[in-house]
């Protein structure tokens, strides 16, 4: 199936896919639960805690005044979908983190989103200059569908890890698994080695 699927794409398309996707030209919708909401509510914020020296915390309009990030690169869904060139801009996740004073011993990351959704990565993923806090995608606010006002992009994993509606981080020094790997989803999630389940 993913052979006719990935007709009448180039060589150079095909090189970009992870093993055992497909390439989409659209932008599929798929996620745990509902959309929280529409707009931006009055008491959104950000907030970054844990093991960090100053813990963060951001209205809309302070993480909107910070300096803006862009960055194009593929996204790879665990449902078998690449979307290749895709254009975000937001906050580098990194800088940020190690402006907060990383202490000793902060190993992972803990993702906190709407109605308790949770993703967990090792802060060793979050280093790359292609994440980041993104809020515009292709040049527009980030739609609510796809996780607006705010989402996480960690482009090197399968993209649940991007977590959608993201509300805070929280920096610890061990592993925490998140709302789908607890369920059976592979703990690393890496897509060119093909890490979608535990087993």
Not at 49 to 60: C, E, K, Q, S
Request: aromatic share 12%; proline share 6%.
């Amino acid at each position: 199936m993913g052979l006719l699927r990935n007709r009448g794409i180039s060589d150079d398309e095909r090189a970009r896919l992870a093993p055992g996707q497909h390439l989409v030209r659209d932008f599929p919708v798929l996620h745990a639960g509902s959309i929280p909401y529409r707009s931006v509510p009055e008491d959104w914020d950000l907030r970054i805690w844990g093991l960090v020296d100053r813990p963060l915390r951001w209205t809309y309009d302070e993480l909107l005044a910070q300096d803006v990030t862009r960055v194009t690169c593929d996204i790879h869904c665990v449902t078998t979908w690449t979307k290749l060139d895709t254009v975000w801009e937001g906050v580098a996740l990194w800088p940020l983190l190690e402006s907060l004073g990383l202490q000793d011993g902060a190993t992972n990351c803990v993702a906190h989103a709407e109605e308790g959704y949770t993703a967990n990565m090792p802060l060793e993923r979050l280093r790359a200059g292609d994440v980041m806090l993104a809020y515009r995608f292709d040049g527009r606010a980030l739609e609510p569908e796809h996780g607006g006002p705010l989402r996480l992009l960690v482009p090197s994993l399968y993209f649940w890890k991007s977590a959608k509606w993201l509300r805070g981080l929280e920096i610890l020094d061990h592993d925490e698994p998140g709302f789908w790997e607890r369920l059976g989803y592979n703990n690393e999630a890496d897509p060119w080695k093909e890490e979608r389940y535990a087993f």
